[in-house]
């Protein structure tokens, strides 16, 4: 058995079926969107972008590793590494918005604000 790679299943509780499965390397957080038509599921060093039925958008894989992350209300995944805040877009365009002196969790994103915590476990925004 493969080790490094695990099965994510989407299962409905009521209905009890089985709406849609991937395989992913071990995940560490789940983030759904606002709308919950999108999720991102984050490992140690790769984010995986989904739509809600689990059918696969796109792929990331960092050097860095991934801390955390949250979706804006415009459907663009905002994420930390150790050293910057980046932003992932579903198609799979990325980028960089911001060097980091400290790392940072995000707990939310609203508008052209960013509330994270910070290594005291401090709520703050940028």
């Known amino acids: 058995m493969d080790r490094k790679h695990y099965f994510q299943v989407l299962f409905y509780m009521q209905q009890r079926i089985s709406v849609g499965d991937i395989h992913t390397p071990y995940v560490k957080y789940v983030v759904w969107s606002n ?35 949250a979706w804006d209300d415009n459907g663009v995944f905002i994420y930390t590494t150790l050293n910057h805040i980046k932003y992932c877009l579903p198609n799979g ?16 994103v609203s508008g052209i604000s960013v509330n994270y915590l910070d290594r005291e476990g401090k709520n703050r925004a940028i």
Request: net charge positive; with cysteine; aromatic share 0%.
């Open 93 to 108: 365009d990325a980028g960089i918005i911001r060097t980091l002196d400290v790392p940072v969790n995000i707990t939310k």
């Open 35 to 69: 709308d919950m038509e999108n999720v991102a599921l984050l490992s140690k060093h790769v984010i995986i972008i989904l739509r809600k039925k689990l059918v696969h958008r796109c792929t990331l894989h960092e050097i860095i590793r991934v801390k955390s992350g």
